[in-house]
């Protein structure tokens, strides 16, 4: 079956400069292809460098060593059609919510009158109808960061780069989030990177999962999920879905360990 | 479970927590107020106690009474209006021209590094020297009329504002940066998006600072070469030997700053509605 890979890196290394003077290094040698259309889900342990990787997929850093290509061609600077779900939000703090997810289309050109109509769909799609003209700082975590999410799907990019955007809220909410992003996902066919600390949220959404090793992140195993679209949370009572959760356990598992093997080192040391 | 993200519960807390004890806030401001205004009245009480018991001689001390005659008397021909009314004329033509060059000037410099590097050097140098050393140059371009007195108010007010306007432009939250970019931000989109807002109440606290010493530099302008103002009006009662119309004067500045200030940040609230209601 020959598909095109729509994100596509080669061989990435990043390093950061601490203030210390000493380096770390966040990636190493990654190489990973993402295909066009498919729920990609990245798992692994805090620092391994999840967030690193979507930067430089979204333009905002370079790497040290390898490339990134957007359908074939490299991505040199800050990409728009590779839209940001950010971890801390980054909403503008002078816009309402309506004005914050109305800026993608107006970026675009749209009218007062159409943008203001793609926002109100979302802003729906969220459950945020009734806070339109609120300000970011009246709103709790959670509805941040759904204002964040309704923004980046205003905007029609054709990647969307997620990082735990559904990590501030509750169990219910973040299933009715969960559910709504399947069904645009399966309407719009757009590619979706998702990183996720949870297992069954990876389970639920993801076409293929992608689990890194701990610092410096590694692709260390890549599944593939097929269970049945589309699906519902009660397909976490069948007997495939165990099988997987536990493989996966068992990959994660491994780097976890050797996560906190090395921070207690790293803390013995620094101490 | 191990693997598992932080939930909603946290946050659900911290809003219950955050939840505000109206009437207390109520009452501490009440407190406040009463306590500001026995310490004012304390105050009017022992300096009139001392003049008419005659513990400070009326040569280096006027009463309370006097002043207040005094005061009455200038507010009686509109004299005091009259000077008043020069002076805020003089701050506010310095002030806004000042405010036109540096804040254009503050921003570029802020998003564009060689208009920094270029005007840096002028800024380091211009900036230790009081307006009043401005002075003997512009009475010797200007004369002693209008355009030297605001020559004097903008000489010593356009860098603060440029100092401001620089650094509230350059701390602009990076990530917003991105993310307007991220969502098909243009350079002007993105200035006129992101980085005005963003360094807005920066540099409208800047300009409220600013206006204060604005004002500093009217008065000695004044005091210096100026038949109208209260600065002048200070400066002739000192020759006249009239202690009150002196502390008139000065007390009239006092107000006059004060009631510009509180119309500067009613100004601020309405221009920034985003941080009208956060705590500060
Ligand atoms: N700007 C930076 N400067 C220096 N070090 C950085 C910088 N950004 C990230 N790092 C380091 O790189 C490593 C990877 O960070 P990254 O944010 O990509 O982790 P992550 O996998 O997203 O973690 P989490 O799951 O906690 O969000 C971390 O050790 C972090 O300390
Ligand atoms: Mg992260």
Known sequence: MERQAILRAEGVSKGYLEARGAGLVALEDLSLDIWEGEFLCLIGASGCGKTTLLNIFAGFIEPTRGRVLLRGKPILGIEPRCGMVFQSYALFPWKTVRGNVEFGPKMKGAGRAERRQIAQRYIDMVKLRGFEGRYP????????????????????????????????????????????????????????????????????????????????????SILTNDLPRPRHVTIQLSPEYARLKSEIWTHVEEEVHQHLEASRYAAAGGG | MVVKSSGGAQIAALEVAAAPRPWREWLRRRTRL?????????????????????????????????????????????????AVLASSERVFAGFFLAAAVAVPLGVLMGVWWPAKAIIDPFVSLLRPLPSITWIPLTILWLGIGEAQKTAIVFMGSWIYILIYTIESTKRVDPLLIRAARNLGATDVALMREVILPGALPGILSGLKVTLAISWSCVI??????????????????????????????????SVTVLVADTLAELLERLLIPWERRRPR
């Open chain 2, 220 to 253: 000695t302008a004044e005091m210096v070469a100026a038949q109208t103002g209260l600065g002048a009006i200070i400066w002739r009662a000192k020759d006249w030997g009239n202690l009150p119309l002196v502390l008139v004067g000065m007390a009239g500045i």
């Open chain 1, 137 to 220: 700082y009246e709103l709790s975590g959670g509805m941040q960061q759904r204002v964040t999410l309704a923004r980046a799907l205003a905007a029609d990019p054709e990647v969307l780069l997620m990082d735990e955007p559904f990590a501030a809220l509750d169990a219910m909410t973040r299933q009715v989030m969960q559910e709504e992003l399947l069904r645009i996902h399966e309407e719009s066919q757009k590619t979706v990177v998702f990183i996720t600390h949870n297992i069954d949220e990876a389970l639920i959404l993801a076409d293929r999962i992608v689990v890194l090793s701990a610092r410096p992140g590694r692709v260390k």
């Open chain 2, 34 to 82: 009463v306590l500001g205004l026995l310490s004012v009245l304390a105050f009017l009480g022992i300096w009139n106690l001392a003049t008419a018991r005659g513990w400070i001689s009326p040569v280096f001390l006027p009463s309370p009474a006097a002043v207040a005659a005094e005061a009455g008397n200038t507010l009686d021909t509109g004299e005091l209006w009259r």
